[in-house]
Structure formats: C-alpha cells, structure tokens
C-alpha cells in the first residue's frame, strides 16, 4: 500500500524541515514542490522575459526536469518572489502536474511539501498536514536562512515579503493555498524544529494506526 504525506504551508513555516525529516523517518522519497517553481521563475529571469508573461512561464516549466534543478541557484530571496509570481499562472500548475502527481505515485509513496499538496497533487494522500506560524516567526526564520546564505536584508524588508507572498498565494484561482479538507494543522510559531517533528510523527501515527481510510491503493 502506497503511504502518500502531503505537507503545506506558507512561507518559513518550518514545513520543508518537517517534511525532509519525515521523509527521513519512514524512508520515503522527498519532494520540495517550491523548487519547481522557483526554477521556472529563475529560469525567465535568467532568459530575460518577464515572470507575469503566461506564455513564456508555461513554456519554462513544460521542458523542465528534476534532474537539471540543482544547477540552478534557487534559495535566494529572489527566487522565492519570482516562484510565487509565475505560479498563478495556471498553464505553469498544469505543466507541473504530472510530474509531481509521478513522484506521489512511486511505489511505497512519497513525502511532498508545497502549497497545494493536499489539494490537487494528491487529494487522496495517507496524511496530510498543515503547517504554520505566525508572519513574525516565519519573517524571522526567514531572515536568519538568508543572513546565512550571505543575503542582508532588513528583518521590516523579509515580513514584508512574507505578507505579500501569502496574499497571493492564498488570494490566487489557481490552486490557492489553503488547508486541504482532512488536513492536520501544526502551528509551529512556539516550537523548535525538533517539537515541530515530533508533533508531525504523532500526526503520522495517528493516521496510521486509524487504518487504510483515505489510503492511497
Ligand atoms: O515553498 P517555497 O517558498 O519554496 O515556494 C515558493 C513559491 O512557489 C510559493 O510562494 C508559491 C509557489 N508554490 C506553489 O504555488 N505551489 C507549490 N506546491 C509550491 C510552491
């Protein structure tokens, strides 16, 4: 039996850690479906053409491939802003489709991160879970990771990035962010990466020893 964890959530809300570690803990293969995107609006930028073009968005993420996302540099705080711009396109969601509903399918399952995991790349996954904090946690973390790739940017610059990031992620038609029906919420604003992680394992377990409903076959 396949055993699919969808995880969402906003922006440094600790949920890529979550994921990584579960993915980890079960030995399950793991996919940060914010990288797809990333890559697509890195790739336009790269190329020069504008991230609101759907068209030339759409084109990017058809010829992308897993295998070629490491050559690009795509945890910057660029990348993040051009993600969330070329991913209210729908031509870009639906060009990203399979390949991300292929790796939830592999044999023996998968953990994905995202923003609409529960919701439309697998609507039917074992688990799934939500993961927030508050916009000055999230903003925080957020800073912290880019000071420590060598980005130096005001604290005031990155919370204002983050509230703009969720108003259109979960303001856009287009597969908006939003806690799927059947979906875990674990607000992280008072945890450590560590509590975040054991909360994520006993949701997991929960719906493991409830049984098969919602498994995927
Ligand atoms: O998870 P992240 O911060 O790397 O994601 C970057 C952007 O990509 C995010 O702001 C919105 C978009 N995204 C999306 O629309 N759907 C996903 N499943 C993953 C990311």
Known sequence: MSFVIAVDGPAASGKGTVAQRLAQAYGLPYLDT?????????????????????????????????????QLDLR????????????VHPGVRA???????????????????????????APDATVKIYVTASPE?????????????????????VLEDIRKRDARDGGRDAA??????????????????????????RIVEAARAAGPTGAQG
């Open 76 to 87: 910057g705080r660029m990348a993040g802003e051009a993600a969330s711009r070329v991913a």
């Open 137 to 157: 946690v999230r903003a925080e973390r957020r800073w912290k990771q880019l000071a420590g790739l060598g980005e130096q940017v005001a604290y005031d610059d």
């Open 176 to 201: 908006p962010m939003t806690m799927a029906e059947g979906a875990q919420l674990l607000d992280t604003t008072h945890m450590d990466i560590e509590a975040a992680t054991d909360a994520a394992r």
């Open 95 to 121: 060009a990203l489709l399979e390949l991300q509903r292929g790796f939830a399918r592999q044999p023996g399952g998968a953990v994905l991160d995202g923003r609409d995991i529960g919701t439309v790349i």
């Open 34 to 70: 914010g990288l797809l995107y990333r890559a697509v609006g890195v790739t336009l930028i790269e190329d020069g053409l504008s991230l609101d073009d759907p068209e030339a968005a759409e084109a990017a993420a058809r010829v992308l491939c897993l295998e070629t996302l490491d």
